[in-house]
């Protein structure tokens, strides 16, 4: 028998209420496992945290200057 398998014969044996709280464990353990395994390298990462800067910036002050750019004086 498999694991799944026998997860299944034990969670069908339980009421309701914790055969519900045993499907929201597993649905966070999948949503764990799929966001440990999509890393972005440190340039995409903080190019999506920050938003989308036009060009190649690659030194602080051209960051902060685009950056700053953005806001009336």
């Given at each position: 028998m498999t694991?799944?398998?026998?997860?299944?014969t034990?969670?069908k044996t339980?009421?309701?209420?914790?055969a519900?709280?045993?499907?929201?464990?597993l649905?966070?353990l999948?949503?764990q496992?799929q966001?440990d395994?999509?890393?972005l390298?440190?340039?995409?990462?903080?190019?999506s945290?920050?938003?989308?800067?036009?060009g190649?910036?690659?030194?602080?002050d051209?960051?902060r200057?685009?950056l700053w750019?953005r806001?009336?004086a």
């Amino acid at each position: 028998m498999t694991i799944a398998e026998q997860i299944y014969t034990l969670v069908k044996t339980l009421p309701e209420a914790q055969a519900r709280e045993i499907l929201t464990f597993l649905e966070s353990l999948c949503e764990q496992n799929q966001s440990d395994s999509s890393f972005l390298p440190w340039p995409k990462l903080v190019k999506s945290l920050a938003g989308d800067w036009s060009g190649d910036l690659t030194n602080l002050d051209e960051i902060r200057t685009n950056l700053w750019a953005r806001y009336p004086a």
